[in-house]
């Protein structure tokens, strides 16, 4: 099996490094700039136990070059979705693509690329960090799911999710990749905004009054969304959102990592979307208005 890893930010590095020290033929896809140029020495791995191995993966900044892969798992940021796509027409010309990525909206705008059939929605609330070019921190273990978003799972969606166990990230099938989508997106609802803002590490929400009602408030409202959009959610996800928190204390969210090196942040498909899809339903979101207003403006 081929991956391509096109976003090798600190989630498509974690997952390419993995991939590839288990022995599978990963290649990454990213942009010109000084990852990419570390990427050619090595791939620094910061495991969870803190120690550190350098993995040999193939790196190139042409997604042409990259083809053809059985599987592209899609890791850029959502809002460069488009664009990322769009670039790399012939890389996805027979492959499997699955979204990998925060928010609402991918697996959708995946389809506008590439047949209904092979687009798959992957989840994972495994904590990454990029420390420096070249080097990713791989925070804490979460788990990570697959499955197709349009059509029915098949051999090629166990055979990824078999490729990523024995890289080490337990990965399960899921009939109902929707729900695990908005399962995903109601973890970073709780977590991300609340950590960028507020400037602490994920764990902090679960260990204080303060962070738990923010969590639960935020979280509260999206459920309520998700509700009016018919899906089935399958555990309390206040009570997850805390879980994940837990599990991935020692983490800085990847909105708080966006907000401390000045890049853009994805609070227009996580609470922004909440709020707006909460209007079409009518349902009120005062908390992640309030939070997507401050995350706006500290971004600015
Ligand atoms: O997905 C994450 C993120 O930071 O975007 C979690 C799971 C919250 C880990 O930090």
Redo the contacts with the bound molecule.
């Keep these: 099996m081929h991956v391509s890893v096109l976003g090798p930010g600190a989630?498509g590095s974690m997952f390419g490094g993995h991939l590839a020290r288990a022995g599978v033929d990963v290649t990454l896809v990213g942009r010109p700039g000084p990852h990419v140029d570390a990427l050619n020495d090595g791939l620094r791995l910061t495991l969870p136990d803190g120690h550190t191995e350098t993995v040999d993966v193939a790196v190139t900044t042409d997604p042409a070059a990259a083809a053809p892969a059985d599987v592209v798992l899609v890791c850029v940021k959502s809002y460069d979705t488009e664009d990322a796509l769009s670039g790399a027409r012939e890389l996805l010309a027979d492959a499997d693509v699955c979204t990998f990525q925060?928010g609402l909206g991918n697996a959708e705008t995946i389809a506008e690329f590439v047949p209904r059939a092979r687009v798959l929605a992957g989840t994972?609330?495994?904590?990454?960090t990029l420390e420096a070019p070249g080097h990713v921190r791989h925070?804490?273990y979460?788990d990570t799911r697959v499955g197709r978003f349009f059509a029915e799972n098949d051999d090629r969606v166990r055979a990824l999710a078999d490729a990523l166990t024995n890289a080490g990230i337990d990965t399960d099938v899921v009939a109902d990749a929707r729900a695990a989508v908005w399962e995903?997106v109601l973890?970073?609802v709780g977590?991300?905004a609340a950590?960028a803002l507020a400037r602490v590490p994920?764990g902090r929400l679960a260990d204080t009054d303060a962070g738990t009602r923010l969590v639960q408030r935020a979280v509260r409202e999206a459920e309520r969304v998700a509700d009016a959009e018919g899906v089935d959610l399958s555990e309390d996800p206040v009570e997850v959102s805390l879980r994940?928190?837990r599990e991935?204390a020692a983490?800085?969210?990847?909105?708080?990592?966006d907000l401390d090196r000045d890049r853009k942040t994805?609070i227009d498909s996580l609470n922004g979307e909440i709020v707006g899809r909460g209007r079409d339903h009518g349902v009120e979101t005062p908390v992640n208005e309030t939070l997507t207003d401050l995350v706006r403006l500290a971004q600015q």
């Design positions: 989630v925060n994972t609330s495994h904590g990454a925070a804490g979460g995903k973890v970073n977590i991300n950590t994920n994940v928190a991935t983490n800085h969210s990847s909105m708080y990592q994805e």
